[in-house]
């Protein structure tokens, strides 16, 4: 009798990704940074106790957040459509 009233759970450990998705199944990129930049991205994680993943999320809507209105509009753009980034001649 005792047992009709447990929740069945699932084995293993909860998605921790946004909005429940499997961080496993997230695309993952490579990039080279100086080892003081990689210090700093550890420092952060540690001290928020958030992954790496999370603080290279947060920083990047950030930097989008500070471009100027006609660059964040044309990256919100890139990102809607799909479309491959140019890079601009500086």
Do not use: F
Not at 19 to 25: I, L, M, N, Q, T
Not at 59 to 66: F, K, P
């Amino acid at each position: 009798m005792r047992n009709e009233h447990r929740s069945v759970r699932k084995v293993g450990r909860p998605a921790a990704g946004i909005d429940g998705d499997r961080v496993a199944d997230y695309p993952q990129i490579s990039l080279r940074v100086p080892h003081d930049v990689r210090k700093t991205l550890n420092a952060v994680s540690t001290l928020r106790g958030q992954p790496q993943w999370r603080i290279m999320i947060e920083a990047l809507e950030g930097y989008v957040r500070m471009l100027p209105a006609r660059d964040r509009e044309t990256v919100e753009k890139m990102v809607r459509d799909g479309s491959a980034p140019r890079r601009r001649e500086r």
